[in-house]
């Protein structure tokens, strides 16, 4: 019912910025928990972070919090991440999610979501 599309990934240097954008289209992102986690290369994916559906509050893995920034559009039924600082270790593909109408109002694993986008790279060199 919901499809899930991000933008924004590209390859930047260490120290540099970059938004992530999750456009959504069959079901509104202001009604479900939606989160973004990553994939680094060779590795399994991973929470980043996550905005609550009723409140709007957020949370973040440790390895991002004070750097990473989740944010929604409910008008543009849009979610974004904000990285700032970016490491080389931020390396990875990154995935948007939502959850299910009458799931939890929002999580940090993978099981708590229903949908997914197809990714965007990013690529942080030294």
């Known amino acids: 019912q919901v499809q899930l599309v991000e933008s924004g990934g590209g390859l930047v240097q260490a120290g540099v910025s970059l938004r992530l954008a999750c456009a959504a289209s069959?079901?509104?992102?202001?009604?479900?928990?939606t989160g973004w986690f990553r994939q680094p290369p060779g590795k399994e994916r991973e929470f980043v972070a996550a905005?609550?559906?009723?409140?709007?509050?957020?949370i973040y893995a440790d390895s991002v919090k004070g750097r990473f920034t989740i944010s929604r559009d409910n008008a543009k039924n849009s979610v974004y991440l904000q990285m700032n600082s970016l490491k080389p270790e931020d390396t990875a593909v990154y995935y948007c999610?939502?959850?299910?109408?009458?799931?939890?109002?929002?999580?940090?694993?993978?099981?708590?979501?229903?949908?997914w986008g197809q990714g965007t790279q990013v690529t942080v060199s030294s």
């Open positions: 905005i609550n559906r009723r409140a709007g509050s957020t």
């Open positions: 999610a939502a959850g299910l109408l009458g799931g939890i109002d929002y999580g940090t694993r993978e099981s708590d979501y229903r949908y």
């Open positions: 069959g079901g509104r992102v202001s009604d479900r928990t």
